[in-house]
């Protein structure tokens, strides 16, 4: 079993719509948690953290459920440059040890 | 500008010429990683170093290298590529109780 799992995709959505999408992880141990973005052949750029208590950002909203060992990210009202490949990233007990899931593709439509 | 810069972005060599990618950043970063990402693999460790002179194997060392003898620079050396070895690799950087990395522009290698 992978460390960090994602949903490959792709998602495939309107414009408007609102999509989510869901990664879980092995270690019970986790510390820390991300949503990075990926454009095509480009770097990945941290989204935003993920805590217990839910944070948000804008359209984006990130809730970690401990107890069932998964991150969501939310993406309301998407726009057309939110296309791009999202990686759920998880820090271990170890500072420098982070594990990068698949990533999930995401396609806004027009 | 606060970055991570990677040289070079393109490069194609062949089996077995020793090469190496080298890694900056102007940040004053203590965490530094060298990352390989493959189509269905995601993004896998190759090393990483807490500060100067101290590295450690991360998930794919096999035929990698990698030096810290300045804060700021840490190469990636490849001594005799293979084709295996053909990937997108990016480093990156984050300080001590920092929280999500920054990355380089990366590099992407193939091997012949």
């Known amino acids: 079993r992978k460390e960090v799992e994602q949903d490959p995709g792709p998602f495939n959505v309107p414009e408007g719509a609102t999509v989510a999408f869901n990664c879980t992880y092995s270690?019970?141990?986790?510390?820390?948690f991300f949503w990075y973005r990926q454009d095509c052949r480009k770097e990945p750029k941290l989204l935003m953290s993920?805590?217990?208590s839910g944070n948000e950002d804008g359209r984006f909203t990130a809730q970690l459920n401990r107890a069932s060992q998964y991150i969501s990210l939310l993406i309301r009202d998407s726009k057309l440059s939110d296309s791009a490949t999202y990686l759920c990233v998880v820090n271990t007990s170890s500072a420098s040890k982070i594990i990068f899931g698949s990533g999930t593709r995401l396609s806004i439509r027009p | 500008e606060a970055q991570v810069t990677q040289n070079p972005r393109y490069l194609i060599t062949v089996t077995g010429k020793k090469l190496t990618v080298t890694c900056s950043q102007n940040?004053?970063?203590?965490?530094m990683s060298w990352y390989r990402q493959d189509p269905g693999l995601g993004l896998r460790q190759i090393y990483y170093?807490?500060?100067?002179?101290?590295?450690d194997k991360g998930d794919v060392p096999e035929g990698y290298k990698v030096s810290r003898k300045e804060k700021r620079n840490f190469p990636l050396i490849l001594e005799s590529p293979s084709p295996n070895q053909t990937s997108l690799y990016f480093c990156?950087?984050?300080?001590?109780?920092?929280?999500?990395?920054?990355f380089g522009s990366g590099t992407r290698l193939t091997v012949v």
């Open positions: 990156a950087s984050k300080r001590e109780g920092g929280y999500g990395y920054t």
């Open positions: 993920v805590y217990s």
């Open positions: 940040m004053n970063h203590e965490y």
């Open positions: 170093s807490m500060n100067v002179e101290v590295t």
């Open positions: 270690n019970s141990a986790s510390q820390s």
